[in-house]
Nanobody, 125 residues
Framework: VQLQASGGGLVQAGGSLRLSCAAS????????MGWFRQAPGKEREFVSA????????YYADSVKGRFTAFRDNANNTVYLQMSSLKPEDTAVYYC???????????????????WGQGTLVTVSS
């Protein structure tokens, strides 16, 4: 199983970036695909999640209304469109896959079995 995250970079506050996560190695139809981020000196935190099967999406309050998760089933890729970026969005962003049936599991990193390598997003003020 491989998750390949890409799309990070340097952007000014108020700008946009689109992250991609290409998944391979198995069928992810019953999975949540999550995005987490980790800023320097801080713990990894939940950003967003999307389900492959019914396209449900979930967002942290800090990004709601600014970030949008969507997927491309044909290419086994999920995306995170980030707009109105703020300096506090600066972090390494990770994509991950979770198959837990526990309600709300998508929010907790410990339920994710597979992780991508991370992509750095830097938002300058």
């Amino acid at each position: 199983v491989q998750l390949q995250a890409s799309g990070g970079g340097l952007v000014q506050a108020g700008g946009s970036l689109r992250l991609s996560c290409a998944a391979s190695g198995r069928t992810f139809s019953n999975y949540f695909m999550g995005w987490f981020r980790q800023a320097p000196g801080k713990e990894r935190e939940f950003v967003s999640a999307i389900t492959w099967n019914d396209n449900s999406t979930y967002y942290a309050d800090s990004v709601k209304g600014r970030f949008t998760a969507f997927r491309d089933n044909a290419n086994n890729t999920v995306y995170l469109q980030m707009s109105s970026l703020k300096p506090e969005d600066t972090a390494v962003y990770y994509c991950a896959a979770c198959r837990s049936s526990i309600i709300g599991a998508y929010y907790y990193s410990r339920y994710y079995a597979y992780w991508g390598q991370g992509t750095l997003v830097t938002v300058s003020s």
